[in-house]
Structures are given as structure tokens and as C-alpha cells.
């Protein structure tokens, strides 16, 4: 089944919204054999060559302002929320290409979307729907608009085809631990020492959507927490772990900043950042017993 089909029984203007955005991603897709290892300089005309990220943004950005159906629009590229003339009242938010740094070494990178009714600075728990596509040696795409997760692969047809419905996250012990160990925060590190005395096996690669795609499938905790002289973290609330997230509750697991449910924030700016975790209940659950525990 295509994408178009499985978006027909929902909203319409939600699915008019996750068509496009998937349109734009076989761009992205197909731009990656063309555009590697520009970074932004000029050509040999003297034309702006945009690196990857930035250019997949402008790609999304004047895509949704021209379709009419987006009103707000907020990215990671972007330094404040955009306004588009629009008669609905959608907000998107988009990190255009997450893990950038592993573009030039052809490991998986992803575009994370989250999709709101009104003002993106809102908590995750209000959004209505998120998605991400995976670059990896295949294109897949994830959404859940509220009811269920499901996963699309980029067949040679160039369509986005059903690959699995109503994914839910299943038990298992690996961990994906980002920051440095000697910038660990105590509860932190007692954290990490209890996964690893229980045996966690390590999946780490550095592309926050393609680590948490394998926990969404494999089982398990991503976590870029808080750290020693960066106590918010490194990652973003709005563009990274608020659509993530939303997936990965939607899927059965859970979030969390080591004390709450990430989604339960409620961000007062776009680059807001946040301790993250994300994966399967009883390491949520874990978390936050041994950070109550201090
Ligand atoms: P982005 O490419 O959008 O800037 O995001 C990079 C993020 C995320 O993808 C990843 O989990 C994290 O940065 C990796 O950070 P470290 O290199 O510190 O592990
Ligand atoms: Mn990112
Ligand atoms: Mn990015």
C-alpha cells in the first residue's frame, strides 16, 4: 500500500502536509550522490553552494510555503518561528537533516518532523502527528498521526510503500549513550553503570534518528543527557526529541529528561534544548527511580 492510501482515512490536511514533506525527501534522498561534501562556499561560478543541511531546509521550507497548508514554521536552521499565509492553522517543525556530520562518511542520517494544530511552542504532548525519513541504504519513512507507528520504504518506483504497521518497541538491552563519560552528572553515571552491570550491549553511531530508529525496533535506551558544564544537554527539544519521542511513546516505549516526560515541557524558545531519554518503559522507569534516589 502507498503512503497516499494509508493517510486517506485520516485528517486531510494533516496527510496533505506529510505528503509533501515526503515528496521533498526524494530530493533530499537523491541529493545526497550529488551534493556530498559541499559545505557552504561558493562553486566555480561563483554560485552559493548550500551544504546539505541548510539546503535541505530551503527544499521544506519553500515547499511548505507554497502549498498554503502550513502557518507556522519552525527549524533547526532557522533562527525564529516563520509565519506562511495559510488558512489552516498547522505548525511544523523540522530538523532537515539530523546526524549531519555523518553525510560525509555515508553512515544513516534523517529528516525529523513534528506536526501541531496552532503554536509549535507548545509541549510534544500536544502535538498531532510526527514523522522521520531515514537515509540509509534504504529510504524509510516512520509517522504516527495518534494512532499507531508505521514505516514506509522508498521502493525503485520511487514510492513510498507499507512496510509495517502499528510498530511497537520490544524488549531488549542495548544502550545509546551520547556525551563523555568524564562529563558524566552522578546520577547519570550510576545509570549507565547499572545498564552496563546488567548486560547492555552498546549502538551508538553519532545520528540521533538513526540510533533511535534501531531502539524503536530493537529495544532498548537512546540517551544524550545533561552533562558537566551543559546541564540541558545537547539536543533539541523541538526539532529532535519532542517528534522522536512522540513516535517512540506512540510505539509503546517512553521519554524522559531524568525526571519527567519530555513531552511534558513546555518550551519557552525554538532552540531550547534538553537532557534526553528515549526508549522502552522499564529503562524510563530506571532513569528516574535512580535520579529521585540522589
Ligand atoms: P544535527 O546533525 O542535526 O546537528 O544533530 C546532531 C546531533 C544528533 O544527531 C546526534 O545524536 C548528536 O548530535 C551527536 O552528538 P555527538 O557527536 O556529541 O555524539
Ligand atoms: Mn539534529
Ligand atoms: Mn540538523
Avoid at 503512503?3 to 509533501?20: S, T, Y
Avoid at 534523517?110 to 496552532?118: A, D, L, M
Avoid at 545533561?226 to 545537547?234: A, D, H, N, S, V
Wanted: aromatic letters at 8%; glycine letters at 10%; hydrophobic letters at 35%.
Amino acid at each position: 500500500m502507498r503512503l497516499k492510501e494509508h493517510l486517506k482515512n485520516g485528517d486531510m490536511e494533516i496527510a496533505q502536509v506529510v505528503l509533501r514533506i515526503a515528496k521533498v525527501t526524494k530530493t533530499i534522498s537523491r541529493g545526497f550522490a550529488t551534493r556530498q561534501g559541499i559545505s557552504d562556499s561558493s562553486n566555480i561560478y561563483g554560485e552559493q553552494q548550500l551544504a546539505m543541511d541548510k539546503w535541505a531546509d530551503e527544499l521544506i521550507l519553500s515547499d511548505l510555503k507554497a502549498s498554503g497548508l502550513v502557518r507556522f514554521f519552525a527549524s533547526e536552521e532557522q533562527p525564529d518561528i516563520l509565519k506562511f499565509d495559510s488558512s489552516s492553522d498547522i505548525g511544523v517543525t523540522i530538523d532537515p537533516l539530523d546526524g549531519s556530520s555523518l553525510i560525509g562518511v555515508n553512515l544513516a542520517v534523517g529528516t525529523i518532523v513534528g506536526i501541531y494544530r496552532g503554536d509549535v511552542l507548545s509541549p510534544g504532548s500536544e502535538m498531532v502527528g510526527a514523522m522521520y525519513v531515514l537515509y540509509g541504504p534504504l529510504t524509510t519513512l516512520n509517522y504516527c498521526l495518534g494512532e499507531g507507528v508505521h514505516e514506509f520504504l522508498l521502493n525503485e518506483h520511487d514510492e513510498f510503500v507499507l512496510q509495517a504497521e502499528n510498530l511497537t518497541i520490544p524488549d531488549s538491552k542495548i544502550y545509546a549513550p551520547g556525551a563523555l563519560r568524564r562529563d558524566y552528572l552522578p546520577f547519570h553515571k550510576r545509570y549507565i553503570e547499572t545498564l552496563e552491570d546488567d548486560g547492555y550491549k552498546l549502538r551508538y553511531s553519532g545520528s540521533f534518528v538513526a540510533d533511535v530508529h534501531q531502539i524503536l525496533h530493537k529495544g532498548g535506551i537512546f540517551t544524550y543527557p545533561g552533562f558537566k558544564g551543559r546541564e540541558e544537554g545537547k539536543l533539541r527539544l523541538l526539532f529532535e526529541a519532542n517528534p522522536m519521542g512522540y513516535i517512540i511513546t506512540e510505539a509503546g516505549g517512553a521519554t524522559s529528561d531524568s525526571q519527567q516526560s519530555i513531552l511534558s515541557i513546555k518550551p519557552e524558545s525554538i532552540s531550547q534544548r534538553v537532557p534526553v531519554y528515549i526508549g522502552g518503559r522499564r529503562e524510563i522507569e530506571l532513569i528516574e527511580k535512580i535520579r529521585k534516589g540522589e
